[in-house]
T-cell receptor, first 112, second 116 residues
Framework: DQQVKQNSPSLSVQEGRISILNCDYT??????FLWYKKYPAEGPTFLIS?????DKNEDGRFTVFLNKSAKHLSLHIVPSQPGDSAVYFC???????????FGPGTSLSVIP | GAGVSQSPSNKVTEKGKDVELRCDPI?????LYWYRQSLGQGLEFLIY????????KSGLPSDRFSAERTGGSVSTLTIQRTQQEDSAVYLC??????????????FGEGSRLTVL
């Protein structure tokens, strides 16, 4: 039973355009959401997070949008750069002291 | 360095052998997580330690898997009687209490396990 879903295994975007990575979740108790980036042979690195009291959080080129009623969040990267090519994981937690569950990931390729 | 340290970075073992994987979290982090990434798959939750609370073992795939955390710091993940399907990268992460201010988990580089 996958509680965090990323239905697009891969995504290709031209350099300079917007990348939109989507994530859906099933557990209505989740109230904290995170995005991680992973390069091959390295551990995941934190990108951005959002709590359920907000619907948007922005950090430089990265913006996360949360739609609680739809149990959906998305990560926008603009403008996309070739160095953004990596696997992006969406993650969620039911409370700040609960375990963090990850989605299966979306492989982003930014084409120069 | 000051990051999460995992050892060994690579382990090749024969089917049926036991293996131990070690994780040194960042000092001051009370939360520690183990995840597994099989080839082409996402991050599968295994176990979660938070302070002195009983660990959340709900992700352990079988009773061949166990983990302990000594003194609230170093953790060891043990896989007994390894099987080929245990081959994966095992990732450890740690965080401040309550995920800190950003919710960030700090990951190690992982231990790649290959069971022949």
């Amino acid at each position: 039973d996958q509680q965090v879903k990323q239905n697009s295994p891969s995504l290709s975007v031209q350099e300079g355009r917007i990348s939109i990575l989507n994530c859906d979740y099933t557990n209505s108790m989740f109230d904290y959401f995170l995005w991680y980036k992973k390069y091959p042979a390295e551990g995941p690195t934190f990108l951005i997070s959002i709590s359920s009291i907000k619907d948007k959080n922005e950090d430089g080129r990265f913006t996360v949008f949360l739609n609680k009623s739809a149990k959906h969040l998305s990560l926008h990267i603009v403008p996309s750069q070739p160095g953004d090519s990596a696997v992006y994981f969406c993650a969620a937690s039911a409370a700040s002291y609960d375990k963090v569950i990850f989605g299966p990931g979306t492989s982003l390729s930014v084409i120069p | 360095g000051a990051g999460v340290s995992q050892s060994p970075s690579n382990k090749v073992t024969e089917k049926g052998k036991d293996v131990e994987l070690r994780c040194d979290p960042i000092s001051g982090h009370t939360a520690l997580y183990w995840y597994r990434q099989s080839l082409g798959q996402g991050l599968e939750f295994l176990i979660y330690f938070q302070g002195n609370s009983a660990p959340d073992k709900s992700g352990l795939p079988s009773d061949r898997f166990s983990a302990e955390r000594t003194g609230g710091s170093v953790s060891t993940l043990t896989i007994q009687r390894t099987q080929q399907e245990d081959s994966a990268v095992y990732l450890c992460a740690s965080s401040f209490p309550g995920l800190g201010t950003t919710g960030e988990l700090f990951f190690g580089e992982g231990s790649r396990l290959t069971v022949l």
